[in-house]
């Protein structure tokens, strides 16, 4: 029989955090950079998935660690505001679907997880 089944107390597991900065700063850098080559098509497609995955992942992290600052700091509503941008960059999709279109929608998808992060450690939710 097991713990939980015997009347012991659940034992939670440690928060983690879910946010890798670095690998975020790394992926978005791949279409922000001076010198980024162009992605194929296919590797686009992959990143832009990448991308919007690690934004759906941060907006609550981001969130939490706002929350713990008071209403009227600057700091939180930045960091608001940058995710009411995220968010809306997860609902637009590619204008036109040429490939140029698809690169500018992943670059500024880029450019939310680059944000994001950068929030994310001011608000010391990397320590």
């Known amino acids: 029989m097991n713990a939980i089944a015997q009347g012991a107390p659940e034992q939670k597991p440690e ?3 879910l946010i890798d900065v670095q690998t975020m700063r790394e992926t978005a850098a791949r279409l922000l950079a001076e010198d980024a080559e162009l992605p194929s098509p296919e590797e686009l497609e992959n990143l832009t ?4 995955g690690m934004i759906m992942v941060s907006i609550p992290e981001v969130e939490t660690a706002a929350g713990k600052l008071p209403e009227d700091d600057v700091p939180r509503a930045c960091a608001l505001a ?3 941008e995220a968010r809306m ?3 637009l999709e590619t204008s036109n679907g040429t490939f140029p279109a698809a690169v500018a929608h992943a670059q500024r998808l880029a450019r939310s997880v680059r944000a994001l992060t950068d929030h994310y450690v001011n608000l010391g939710g990397a320590e």
């Not at 998935?49 to 919007?52: A, E, K, Q, S, V």
């Open 15 to 17: 928060p983690t955090t």
């Open 82 to 84: 940058c995710i009411g």
């Open 89 to 91: 960059r997860l609902r």
């Open 49 to 52: 998935l990448l991308l919007r």
